[in-house]
T-cell receptor, first 114, second 109 residues
């Protein structure tokens, strides 16, 4: 498996502000992803974080709302911009290590927007 | 299109066996995952099937039939700590996972 950390673990934010979530993994991985889990629901893929280039977004998610960076093989950030209460969710990063297809999840960031 | 279904809730008795089914439809398929998620925690990897058949890991086993678009997770000798949500997900390509809604399992004494 991989050791994955996320910061912050939780936050309460005001409407209209932005929050940047960090994901750090203990070793080089080939793929990094960001998912959202809204209250009582399952996981939805937001985007694939590509090293050194723009992220690949899924339908319904756009770069202006969820800008993502991945400057190297072990670190990525997701920003939730201009937040509204509908953005209240758990945001999780996941990784796939080299030579495997198994995907592991970070501990998640629980975001509440007031 | 892509679709994945699993039961919403199941209950079982401590010490018993439970089978959680998952059916999926997709044009591209690169494997089927099962995750366990306790309330308030992140999903934990349980199993990954890419070929047809049964994979056994201790008390947990997972089965896949690609021709039928069907998988199940079998939990034996149930313990109270197995009460959790079980998420079925398939990989449709580029390691992107499409998740089912999850099955909430309640284990009773």
């Amino acid at each position: 498996s991989a050791v994955i950390s996320q910061k912050p673990s939780r936050d309460i934010c005001q409407r209209g502000t932005s929050l940047t979530i960090q994901c750090q993994v203990d070793s080089q991985v080939t793929m990094m992803f960001w998912y959202r889990q809204q209250p009582g629901q399952s996981l939805t893929l937001i985007a694939t974080a590509n090293q050194g280039s723009e992220a690949t977004y899924e339908s319904g998610f756009v770069i202006d709302k969820f800008p993502i960076s991945r400057p190297n093989l072990t670190f990525s950030t997701l920003t939730v911009s201009n937040m509204s209460p509908e953005d209240s969710s758990i945001y999780l990063c996941s990784v796939v290590r080299q030579s495997t297809d198994t995907q592991y999840f970070g501990p998640g960031t629980r975001l509440t927007v007031l | 299109g892509q679709n994945i279904d699993q039961p919403t809730e199941m209950t079982a008795t401590e010490g018993a066996i439970v089978q959680i089914n998952c059916t999926y439809q997709t044009s591209g398929f690169n494997g089927l995952f099962w995750y366990q998620q306790h309330a308030g925690e992140a999903p934990t990897f349980l199993s990954y099937n890419v070929l047809d058949g049964l994979e056994e890991k201790g008390r947990f086993s997972s089965f896949l039939s690609r021709s039928k678009g069907y998988s199940y997770l079998l939990l034996k000798e149930l313990q109270m700590k197995d009460s959790a949500s079980y998420l079925c997900a398939f990989s449709g390509g580029y390691n992107k996972l499409i998740f089912g809604a999850g099955t909430r399992l309640a284990v009773h004494p």
